[in-house]
């Protein structure tokens, strides 16, 4: 079992940057992939990064690419996600989530994460 706590959303200006963070209980946190997602309004949740146990792969969507960086420190149990360049369309509620599966295409979709965070507002005005 891991339990997932997201913070650090808010309000920010187009160009600007936020850093979210999720807190993980259990003891075998670094042995899960971890993913960020989002969810606009009106829109099914999306996937946006990926990281391996490890921390030494990850996997962005097109549209986050060298704006977002996903990392993790296990020895903390905390995963983080680096927004910079922050657009309108990056608003979203978003959330961690951890899965037993190995990193790897499989582990893009919602489907293969089990233990997800509550999400934390971002919203970026223009």
């Known amino acids: 079992q891991v339990q997932l706590v997201d913070s650090g959303g808010g309000l920010v200006q187009a160009g600007g940057s936020l850093r979210l963070s999720c807190a993980a209980s259990?003891?075998?946190?670094?042995?899960?992939?971890m993913g960020w997602f989002r969810q606009a309004p009106g829109k099914e949740r999306e996937f946006v990064a990926g990281i391996n146990w490890s921390g030494t792969s990850t996997y962005y969507i097109d549209s986050v690419k060298g704006r977002f960086a996903i990392s993790r420190d296990n020895a903390k149990n905390m995963v983080y996600l680096q927004m910079n360049s922050l657009k309108p369309e990056d608003t979203a509620v978003y959330s961690c989530?951890?899965?037993?599966?190995?990193?790897?295409?499989?582990?893009?979709?919602?489907?293969?994460?089990?233990?997800w965070g509550q999400g934390t507002q971002v919203t970026v005005s223009s």
């Open positions: 989530a951890a899965s037993p599966y190995q990193f790897g295409l499989f582990t893009r979709t919602a489907l293969r994460y089990d233990f």
């Open positions: 259990g003891r075998t946190f670094s042995s899960y992939t």
